[in-house]
Nanobody, 121 residues
Framework: VQLVESGGGLVQPGGSLRLSCAAS?????LGWFRQAPGREREFVAA????????AYASSVNGRFILSRDNAKNTVYLQMNKLEPGDTAAYYC??????????????????WGQGIQVTVSS
């Protein structure tokens, strides 16, 4: 299983970015986590393998939208109304056991390399 993230970068407050995570090796529950310097890794959003169930952190609910295209085995995180507090390294994660939409890092067994998102004027 391999996860490849793309789409990060620098954006001004109020702007938008779309992150992509392409998974190889199967169809799994996929999630996004983020980690800012000096802080623990925190849950952002996740969607089950079929796309019928999703979860969002309260801090991003209403601003971020998660979707997946199983034909491309890719999940997308559309991030709108970005704030400086969203600045972090964002990590895609897979739960190969497909046990549900987990919100804890230990519920995921495969991780991408991470991609930086910086929100600054």
């Amino acid at each position: 299983v391999q996860l490849v993230e793309s789409g990060g970068g620098l954006v001004q407050p109020g702007g938008s970015l779309r992150l992509s995570c392409a998974a190889s090796g199967g169809t799994f529950t996929l999630g996004w986590f983020r980690q800012a310097p000096g802080r623990e890794r925190e849950f952002v959003a996740a969607v089950n393998w079929g796309g019928g169930s999703a979860a969002y952190a309260s801090s991003v609910n209403g601003r971020f939208i998660l979707s997946r295209d199983n034909a491309k085995n890719t999940v997308y995180l559309q991030m709108n109304k970005l704030e400086p507090g969203d600045t972090a390294a964002y990590y895609c994660a897979a739960d190969r056991r497909n046990l549900g939409v987990g919100i804890k890092p230990h519920e995921y067994d495969t991780w991408g390399q991470g991609i930086q998102v910086t929100v600054s004027s």
